[in-house]
């Protein structure tokens, strides 16, 4: 996308706008503050307002869910600059989001996840849009506009949520239309030439059918470092979205919703490899400091992603009826400079794309039913390939120069599964919940190499493989809550999460990996106290993780294997305190200790002298008694929220203040994310008649440095940094 990305578009903002007629935040998470939709209805001073989700899949207040969820509403999203997927960390501790090397998202929860971002694989812990499951990393790095909220499900969602969802869901949920017109539009304009465009609008089409649109563009002009062979500016993110659906009441028991999305985002973030400082790089080179890089700043990688979505949803008296039907399909150009060196060792561009279709059937219980219940079916596909995944460079000598050594690999899985769960009242304010899924998944793959010589030749294809393999488990879900009064709740759970062995693409021909499963029991509290002025909830979980399923980096290709057996305990509390109408303050810690317990065949890396560089890889250590990756001992936030009235309109005044103690990026606990600090503030006036605003926001304030994503290969220990202090300000006009 060019520098300027559009503003052309604020010739079709202005018709936008009346298109939808002339017409109108805040964070909801463990300190759920009110919005200012919510400030508006009528709450006593200093009460805090309810939170509803959709966890179970039933609409239910947050604090009636035995579940340990964390939830953000739309409004902090948009007012603290909450740009995609990746930036959610501050606001959920135990959640880390990371962007590794451009190719998609890796989350990590209480020390859960995956760290390969290779086509086919899956994470542990699963992303959702509006109850569609989204398979592919690279899909999962998107740009969060038109959001309602974002539910953050902590611990494995064996059954209502279960694929993959070992370590727990990331459910984003946008809003749907609304009958009665409305528009937004925003503009904003930041540091590194940062410039955005926002649209959103929404109005009833006769009197059973309603749409909205969603559009999102920004542009970033001038990168955070440079590549310092040739000064070209690196570490830049440009984008585009539109997000759109129609909601058709066909009859007063039956509705149906259709969503579509389209996204383009062009990004080097996580990519561009420096070496670790005070460690060295192939040819000795040591790292330039900051945010800049050896490389030839040639990194990049071009996402295309679409989706299609359709919810019926159907009253039939004594039961509901749901099906969501979902096809997305996401497109890849990339290019990476493995090495990290201004010398071509190992250059890689790949072409990789997924396509999947999923189908979900519903029957659940009357909304006044004694014993709530739900029954479903779930279905699957999911193609992915690298078409192809190309290796030049040095690395394949003694090819001439130019040459390229190609992969043409796909992996297919076809998934089936079926679920129930119910809740009955066992004694007064007692509940029992008892849920089952049974899953079974179906894996084949094919590949070919090829070498393509810089003459337009082509070698005959070689070294083919195809193989197949099945995997079923069922997981399961047993939790008692029961409420000590109306306002304080207890509940205890033990659970199962399964995510599906599988292949790794690049390396076909190899045995697939084991499934991992993951057994937890956890206990809780959810309270409110003091006339709902005061919000505690704590939950305190012990997992038991077998098999878990652990990447290393060689030579074009990430590898997958098993490790034995980890355990995983820890904590978390949320303390929401609105001591006034105007002023609310949140606090929330979670606290982790995480080991392998059993990894006897594991990997570490032992540095080359300097005059070579990289690292030496050393196969079967006995890893156990380590860390387990990603999992920091401590990460907390602060926050707060006031509202100063003016005579005209009123002052928000926002801030959080994000702790992390630091984690090691690999089971060997050598490389290492020292602790870090993050603040973020958001200055915002609204005049009285609500037709417009203006925020004035900064993140990372502190300016400090840590990474967005780090690995040990025989390249070195590389590092890719985490976006420096950013600010900007933002003017958003309503219409209604």
Do not use: C
């Not at 810089?454 to 195809?466: E, I, L």
């Not at 197949?468 to 033990?494: E, N």
């Amino acid at each position: 996308m060019k520098k300027s990305f559009g503003w052309g578009l604020l010739l079709s903002a202005t018709a936008f706008v009346f298109t939808f007629m002339s017409l109108g935040s805040h964070r909801i998470y463990a300190a759920e503050r009110p919005s200012d939709a919510d400030a508006s209805s009528e709450t006593a001073a200093g009460t805090l307002t309810e939170i509803l989700v959709t966890a179970q899949r039933r609409t239910q207040p947050l604090q009636d869910v035995p579940i340990p969820v964390s939830v953000i509403d739309g409004g902090v999203v948009a007012r603290d600059g909450l740009n995609d997927t990746s930036t959610l960390a501050t606001e959920v501790p135990g959640l880390d989001f990371s962007r590794q090397a451009s190719s998609g998202g890796t989350p990590f929860l209480r020390g859960v996840g995956t760290s390969s971002v290779t086509v086919g694989a899956e994470n542990s812990v699963a992303t959702y849009v509006d109850d569609v499951y989204i398979s592919a990393p690279a899909a999962n790095i998107f740009s969060l506009s038109n959001i309602d909220r974002i539910e953050v499900l902590e611990g494995p969602q064996g059954t209502l949520f279960g694929r993959n969802a070992t370590g727990g869901v990331v459910h984003i949920i946008t809003k749907n239309p609304s009958f009665t017109p409305s528009a937004d539009i925003g503009v904003g304009y930041g540091n590194f030439d940062s410039s955005s465009l926002s649209l959103y609008g929404t109005s009833g089409f006769g009197s059973n059918v309603a749409a909205n649109l969603a559009v999102q563009a920004n542009n970033q002009g001038t990168g955070w470092g440079h590549a310092l062979q040739n000064g070209r500016g690196i570490f830049r993110d440009n984008g585009f979205s539109a997000r759109g659906k129609v909601l058709w009441n066909i009859l007063d028991s039956t509705s149906l919703l259709l969503s579509g999305d389209f996204s383009r985002d062009n990004s080097d973030i996580g990519a561009n490899f420096a070496p670790l400082p005070g460690t060295y790089a192939l040819t000795g080179l040591s790292g330039p400091g900051g945010f800049n890089s050896w490389s030839s700043g040639r990194d990049f990688s071009l996402v295309h992603q679409g989706g299609l979505s359709a919810k019926l949803e159907s009253d039939l008296g004594k039961a509901t009826f749901v099906s969501i039907t979902a096809w997305r399909r996401v497109y890849q150009s990339a290019f990476l400079d493995q090495d990290s060196v201004p010398a071509h060792i190992v250059d890689i561009p790949y072409f990789p794309w997924t396509r999947s279709f999923s189908q979900e059937f519903q029957l659940r219980s009357p909304k006044q039913s004694a014993l709530t219940w739900i029954f479903g079916t779930y279905y699957l596909q999911s193609i992915g390939s690298y078409d192809p995944l190309g290796v030049g460079g040095a690395a394949i000598a003694p090819l001439p120069a130019g040459t390229l050594a190609q992969t043409f690999a796909q992996q297919t899985v076809n998934s089936y599964a079926a679920f129930a769960q119910a809740t009955y009242e066992v004694l007064p304010r007692t509940n029992l919940t008892l849920g089952m899924r049974y899953t079974r998944d179906n894996y084949s793959i094919n590949g070919v190499q090829r070498i393509d010589f810089p003459d337009g030749t082509s070698s005959t294809p070689f070294a083919p493989g195809r193989q197949s393999s099945s995997f079923s488990k069922p997981t399961f879900l047993g939790s008692l809550d029961h409420k000590l009064t109306q306002d304080v709740l207890i509940y205890a759970s033990y659970s199962r999460g399964f995510k599906s062995g599988g292949y790794n693409i690049l390396s076909y021909s190899s045995p697939p990996v084991s499934p991992e499963v993951l057994d937890a029991m956890q206990l809780g509290l959810k309270s409110e106290w003091f006339d709902h002025s005061v919000r505690l909830n704590l939950s305190l979980f012990d997992y038991d993780y077998k098999n878990l399923q652990v990447q290393f980096i060689g030579t074009g290709a990430s590898y997958s294997i098993n490790a034995g057996r980890a355990r995983i305990k820890g904590g978390d509390v949320q303390l929401t305190v609105a001591p006034t109408t105007n002023f609310s303050v949140g606090a929330a810690v979670s606290a982790l200790d995480g080991k392998y317990t059993e990894f006897p065949a594991g990997f570490t890396y032992a540095a080359n002298p300097p005059a070579i560089g990289g690292n030496s890889q050393i196969l079967n250590q006995d890893l156990s008694g380590n860390a387990t990756a990603r999992t920091p001992k401590i990460t907390a936030n602060i926050s707060f929220d006031y509202a100063i009235p003016l005579n005209e309109g009123k002052i928000d005044v926002n801030a959080i203040y994000y702790y992390n103690r630091g984690y090691f990026w690999d089971p060997g606990n050598q490389l290492r994310q020292p602790s870090y600090q993050l603040l973020h503030a958001a200055l915002g006036w609204k005049p009285s008649s609500g037709r417009w605003d203006a925020n004035i926001w900064g993140s990372n304030l502190l300016n400090k440095y840590y990474y967005s994503f780090a690995t040990l290969s025989t390249f070195g220990d590389q590092t890719s940094p985490a976006q420096p202090r950013t600010y900007g300000i933002t003017l958003r006009a309503h219409f209604k």
